[in-house]
């Protein structure tokens, strides 16, 4: 089947915009007659930095964000992609420059952008299964008897009422975390004293934090 814009036959490349060829390989095809040379090559990893560098630099005006905007309305994602997003961020480690990085981004946008029903709808939708952190609804389970006030303050006293976290040291707002994540488990190895700062850090990349604080408590016990 002949491709409506650069007029190929047999051309399965899905038209770009309003140019005159869909794709560089129709370009050379129709214009040169010959392959061409940028086929099945992939960009040198400095050829990438300069592209990304090049990217930060972009600023975009008003009229640009909003017809990027209403070009998206109405886009819906397919629930395998869905899948797909959240099983590629099961694990990730964003690192405390990317998290600066991003509240720079977030700084300044103004609450009253969203409605309230915008609001719950994306609250709804990071809910449960939908949320890339679910494990099975564990935090739905249920303590045993034996984790209480006085076996908690027993573990609080063994780490000295400090959060355990290097260079964290704190002494206010302590909790015990299970290190495996398994509510069942009431072994002593299996608790450590952090603060809530550092213990909501925890939610995220667990297997990071799993050893992590393994090789601070065998130092001590």
Request: proline share 2%; with cysteine.
């Amino acid at each position: 089947m002949e491709n409506r814009i650069c007029k190929r036959e047999n051309c399965n490349n899905p038209v770009i915009g309003k140019k005159k060829y869909c794709s560089k390989e129709c370009y050379w095809s129709d214009k040169k007659g010959k392959e061409s040379p940028f086929k099945g090559k992939k960009h040198t990893e400095e050829a990438l930095n300069k592209i990304r560098e090049a990217r930060a630099k972009q600023i975009f005006s008003e009229e640009s964000k909003i017809k990027k905007r209403n070009s998206m309305k109405g886009h819906k994602v397919s629930i395998e992609t869905k899948e797909k997003i959240r099983k590629g961020n099961i694990g990730k480690f964003v690192s405390i420059e990317t998290k600066k990085k991003q509240a720079k981004v977030k700084k300044g946008k103004k609450r009253e952008l969203f409605t309230k029903e915008h609001r719950q709808k994306i609250g709804k939708a990071n809910t449960g299964e939908n949320n890339g952190n679910w494990n099975n609804g564990s935090s739905f389970e249920i303590y045993p008897q034996e984790f209480n006030k006085e076996f908690k303050q027993f573990i609080k006293n063994r780490d000295f009422n400090v959060c355990q976290t290097p260079n964290c040291m704190n002494t206010e707002n302590l909790c015990i975390h299970h290190i495996d994540y398994n509510k069942k488990n009431n072994s002593l190895e299996n608790f450590i004293t952090l603060c809530n700062s550092c213990h909501s850090k925890t939610n995220f990349n667990r297997n990071y934090w799993k050893k992590f604080y393994n090789e601070i408590l065998n130092i001590y016990l």
